[in-house]
């Protein structure tokens, strides 16, 4: 009777029977899946032809919605296409197009809801939706590999966000390609988030972060957008190994965030400032590339305490900005940063400059404070201060100081990431 085994396994996975998953053969038609839905038990996969379901669908038990990568799910333009309100739910394989237009009931190609504990949403194609996957207090949902392109059809700020995450402790957001909309992932009062490996273009903000304590932003990258990684309200935040090249305004924005870690990025040709800091105190900077940006590092709104050090400030047309009446130093155990602009010496040969490094002077303060004295800064009188200050360095009115600064660069490995000149 040994034949009888494999007849039995065979039948217990295409029929669904007590303690294995059944498979099911979902066939392009309206209302087939959710039909195929109330027959499904715990644990099966749906498994969907290819072509065109034209139906919103609620998954609100552990279910596998596999649209194997050739069916596309359309929500008719009403409402979120699929939500999940049930535990252990897995959407892979789908496009998902046509959600509705509401930011009141934040329409969305895929949402997870409170209910939906430990969701994955994993290799799936969303176009044109007002926001593409929204978890809505979803613990530990992992959301990986998937396309999502938002809309054009409005003004960049009344559009949906690529991902929306709130109250969402656990959540990861990983190996995503994020383009359009408004923010490519925002983040909004919760907090253990991963976000790690996205590459996000044509945006406002690359990652807009708010009230999430304790998360990660790393290895990601931001091309092209207004800002790149906004961090706001929120404590002990690693922003690692980051790229931010040809972001508009700002690569990284740190504002009322505290005791968080900025390190190994790569900022490249931010038009206004590659970082900036608003009330960020306590917070470390150290290992970054901060490159032909209008401000390498600026500071402002009483931000202190900031540990800046082995950071690379190439070519900025001011390398910091930096308003204070007592010098900061910026050297720690002996080591600073590198600044393209110092022309330094080392006798010694210890790879460090043999005089401190005084980014800003007098003649600076005027300026931020007195734009159109620019006008002035060939003339024989402007010249005189400035000599006057490198000669006598007790006239300087206080700001950063370098005292141990680096003879050379030190390239970050996020550079790897990117092709640059």
């Not at 909309?181 to 996205?198: E, P």
Request: aromatic residues 8%; glycine residues 12%.
């Amino acid at each position: 009777m040994r034949w009888l085994l494999p007849i039995t396994l065979g039948l217990l996975v295409t029929l669904g029977l007590p303690g294995r998953a059944a498979d099911w053969d979902v066939p392009v038609r309206a209302g087939a899946i959710a039909e195929t839905l109330a027959q499904a038990a715990d644990g099966d996969v749906l498994r969907l032809r290819p072509g065109t379901y034209g139906e919103a669908v609620v998954l609100d038990r552990p279910v596998t919605l596999d649209g194997q990568g050739h069916a596309t799910l359309d929500g008719g333009s009403e409402g979120s296409v699929i939500t999940v309100t049930g535990p252990g739910v897995i959407v892979q394989g789908l496009t998902v197009v046509g959600s509705g237009s509401s930011h009141e009931t934040i329409d969305s190609g895929i949402k997870l809801t409170k209910k939906a504990k430990a969701p994955q949403v994993l290799n799936n194609t969303l176009l044109g939706n007002l926001y593409g996957i929204d978890i809505h207090g979803a613990k530990d949902s992992l959301v990986k590999g998937n396309r999502i392109e938002g809309r054009l059809d409005r003004h960049m700020n009344s559009r949906g966000n690529g991902v929306y995450v709130w109250n969402a402790p656990g959540a990861v957001v990983e190996g995503n390609d994020i383009r359009f909309g408004r923010d490519g992932i925002f983040v909004n009062s919760s907090k253990k988030n991963v976000f790690r490996d996205n590459t996000f273009r044509d945006l406002r903000f690359a990652v807009h972060y708010m009230y999430a304590n304790d998360s990660e932003v790393s290895g990601n990258v931001s091309i092209g957008n207004h800002l790149g990684y906004a961090v706001m309200f929120s404590k002990r935040v690693r922003v690692i190994d980051n790229v931010s090249i040809d972001d508009r305004e700002h690569g990284v924005m740190l504002n009322y965030a505290n005791q968080s870690v900025i390190r190994g990025n790569f900022v490249k040709n931010a038009r206004e400032k590659c970082t900036f800091l608003y009330n960020a105190n306590k917070n470390e900077f150290s290992g970054n590339w901060f490159e032909g940006c209008g401000i390498g590092i600026h500071f402002t709104a009483g931000s202190a305490d900031n540990r800046i050090v082995n950071n690379s400030f190439i070519g900025n047309r001011t390398q910091v900005k930096y308003v204070s009446t007592r010098w900061d130093e910026w050297s720690e155990d002996g080591r600073g940063n590198y600044w393209s602009d110092f022309a330094a010496y080392d006798v010694d040969g210890n790879g460090l400059a043999d005089v401190p490094y005084r980014p800003n002077d007098s003649i600076d303060h005027v300026l931020w404070t007195q734009p159109s004295a620019k006008l002035l800064l060939g003339s024989p009188a402007v010249q005189l201060v400035r000599w006057s200050q490198s000669a006598f360095p007790a006239l300087l009115p206080g700001g950063v100081v370098d005292s141990h600064a680096l003879m050379q660069p030190d390239p970050p490995e996020a550079m790897q990431k990117v092709s640059h000149d």
